[in-house]
């Protein structure tokens, strides 16, 4: 959405991959101050840090004008799932199988359920959440040929 401030949007993201300010910061190069001050709405960023969030954040920065399109929030249901106990066990196992690293495949995990949430049109509940789960890690074990 046009002028959405980027400070809700990135405390988001970052808590729904369940990292910290201080990792973020690590990752993207930049202060822990400098980080809390975006998501607390102070501040204005560069692009080059905004895309270097992005990447430590395991998503794209995508910049662009456009006519009534709206980017999603994460949704509660979806922040409060990647906080689990089970969400993580899943990203472990999924990270292992892969051979990828944890922070990405959360990242990715987190970047579907937004889609299926989206798709739903409305919020899914826990039980729901837990069966996507499920799927996934059914999924994985057994690949189609």
Known sequence: MPNEPIGPRLRALRQASGRTV???AADAGLSVPYIANL???RGNPTT???DRLATALGTELSI???SGATA???PLGVVKLSRSRRFRTTVAALAE???QEEPD???RLVSACVLISQA?????GEHDWWRVLDAVLLMAEHPAH
């Not at 739903?120 to 899914?124: K, Q, S, T, V």
């Open 22 to 24: 201080a990792s973020v």
């Open 39 to 41: 998501e607390n709405g």
């Open 48 to 50: 080059s840090a905004l």
């Open 64 to 66: 662009g004008f456009t």
């Open 72 to 74: 999603a929030d994460v």
């Open 97 to 99: 199988k892969s051979g």
């Open 105 to 107: 495949v959360a990242a």
């Open 120 to 124: 739903l049109g409305r919020e899914a």
